[in-house]
């Protein structure tokens, strides 16, 4: 069992930053890739970034590509979704979640936080 607990949402303005965080709980997180998913109102959960368990593969979202970035630091069972130049599409509830295999698809994961609200204003 893994427990995930994301942090680090909030409001910002097009252009900005925001850095997110996952704090996972549970055995053998360092075993586990990671990803970050959002929703939008209205849409379906996709896939934003996704990094392996070592952290030495990250993959990517083309609409994210260039502006996202995922790290991970096993020693504190944390994974990071740095977000930069935002855009008000980026406007979604952001989840981090953990499977046993590198993958891009909802289904393919075990493990899921409860999410964080990221807003972008224009």
């Known amino acids: 069992q893994v427990q995930l607990v994301e942090s680090g949402g909030g409001l910002v303005q097009a252009g900005g930053s925001l850095r997110l965080s996952c704090a996972a709980s549970?055995?053998?997180?360092?075993?586990?890739?990671m990803a970050w998913f959002r929703q939008a109102p209205g849409k379906e959960r996709e896939f934003v970034l996704g990094i392996s368990w070592r952290g030495g593969r990250t993959y990517y979202a083309d609409s994210v590509k260039g502006r996202f970035t995922i790290s991970r630091d096993n020693a504190k069972n944390t994974v990071y979704l740095q977000m930069n130049n935002l855009k008000p599409e980026d406007t979604a509830v952001y989840y981090c979640?953990?499977?046993?295999?590198?993958?891009?698809?909802?289904?393919?994961?075990?493990?899921w936080g409860q999410g964080t609200q990221v807003t972008v204003s224009s």
């Open positions: 549970g055995r053998s997180f360092s075993t586990y890739a």
């Open positions: 979640a953990a499977s046993p295999r590198q993958a891009m698809g909802v289904t393919e994961y075990d493990y």
